[in-house]
């Protein structure tokens, strides 16, 4: 009797199934700058300027999020400008505004006041770090939060301490949302 062959393991892809996280476009356009240029910044691992296939695709391995090398290509290469090694800033902007419109339909603007709109913006960007979800965002939130983005502040506890008392003004070890919020409002985002 002749056995079967044992089925092909197959890679487990991201589904986009599931409704996409509302984070991915945040409403207010400041914001949304800001957090696509950490991004691009993160991917852009040697400082380049550009980020290359192979810089998005080690990136999205550290996040759990392991790309098919052809997949990748297939997806970003039409963004990448004939010449060029990689995205720059302004194509990553573009591939992203494309993949916002195709996940959740062009941008409408919606009748929200700018400071009602920045607020619930910087609650959501709050919430990302408060992983346990108790109002405050710890030493040990931060540091993990650090960690899945692969930035090397992320190794030391004592770094991520001396950024939480950097911007801790009532001193007691963690940052709540008025912290945060102060924080992110003394940020400038260049060419925004």
């Given amino acids: 009797m002749e056995s079967a062959a ?5 890679a487990v892809k991201p589904s986009l199934s ?7 476009r945040l409403r207010n356009g400041s914001l949304n700058a800001l957090r696509l240029r950490r991004v691009f910044d993160l991917f852009d691992r040697n400082g380049d300027g550009e980020i ?12 759990g999020l392991g790309a098919d090398r052809s997949g990748l290509e297939a997806a970003v290469g039409g963004y990448i400008p ?48 408060d992983e346990d979800g108790d109002g405050y965002i710890s030493a040990a939130e931060l540091q993990a939060v650090l960690k899945k983005l692969g930035l ?8 991520v ?3 939480i008392c950097n911007v801790d003004s ?20 260049w060419g925004a």
């Avoid at 044992?6 to 197959?10: N, R």
């Avoid at 599931?18 to 991915?24: A, E, L, M, T």
């Avoid at 009532?170 to 985002?189: A, C, L, Y």
């Fill in 161 to 163: 301490q001396e950024m």
């Fill in 52 to 63: 290359t296939l192979d810089e998005m695709a080690s990136a999205l391995d550290a996040l």
């Fill in 82 to 129: 004939a010449g060029a090694a990689g995205l720059r800033f302004e194509d990553f902007e573009s591939l992203h505004r494309a993949l916002g419109d195709a996940l959740f339909g062009p941008v409408v603007p919606e009748a929200v006041p700018e400071e009602e709109d920045e607020e619930g913006d910087m609650k959501e960007a709050f919430r990302v770090f």
């Fill in 18 to 24: 599931r409704k996409p996280s509302p984070s991915f």
């Fill in 152 to 159: 090397p502040e992320a190794r030391s506890l004592a770094t």
């Fill in 170 to 189: 009532d001193r007691d070890g963690r940052v709540d949302f008025g912290e945060f919020k102060n924080m992110m409002q003394g940020i400038t985002v």
């Fill in 6 to 10: 044992p089925p092909a393991a197959t």
